[in-house]
């Protein structure tokens, strides 16, 4: 099901993004792309189901959007938030392992309540605490998992492509 509702619509995507890339690369990184988190932030072992989506976007959005094909490198680049160079483009094989785990992670504690039928009427101050506290862990992970990824291709690269 993911592999022909998604594909479809990023093959339209692609299409429009001849007629105008801002509104495209918009509808991409506000819709489609957090449609793709979700599946990834529930469903476990996800990573070869969006093989088909990568294959889509490295050959048809990017593209479109930047106006050639891209390099390995270049490819490297942009799945980076903007803030560190790139696009927010992300290759959805390689984050969907992580994702699912920081899902895990955020929730565990209101599904053991779930699990063992002891559910508060309320969401416990301190179950909101430490919520926040592994949202902010993770938030941090990922920056710098972001900032080494960035550092590490700067350095591989000519002071031209740079």
């Known amino acids: 099901m993911i592999r022909l509702c998604h594909f ?4 339209s995507l692609s299409k ?8 495209a690369y918009s509808a991409f990184s506000k819709g489609l792309s957090f449609r793709w988190t979700h599946f990834q932030r529930t469903v476990p072992d996800a990573s070869e189901l969006f093989e088909p989506i990568e294959n889509a976007i490295r050959n048809q959005l990017i593209p479109a959007l930047v106006g050639r094909e891209v390099s ?3 490819r490297q680049i942009l799945p980076l938030p903007l803030r560190h160079g790139g696009l927010g483009l992300t290759d959805l094989r390689q984050t969907a392992k992580t994702e699912y785990e920081y899902s895990t992670q955020i929730t565990n504690k209101l599904t053991a309540k779930i ?11 301190l179950d909101q605490q430490f919520t ?3 949202k902010n862990r993770i938030r941090q992970e990922k920056n710098e998992k972001c900032k080494n990824i960035c550092d590490e291709l700067l350095a591989e690269m ?4 740079q």
């Open 8 to 11: 479809k619509d990023l093959q």
């Open 72 to 74: 390995d490198a270049e």
């Open 132 to 134: 926040r506290h592994i």
């Open 115 to 125: 699990y063992t039928q002891k559910l508060d009427l309320d969401y416990n101050p």
């Open 16 to 23: 429009y993004t001849q007629d105008d890339p801002q509104a």
């Open 158 to 161: 000519t002071p031209e492509s």
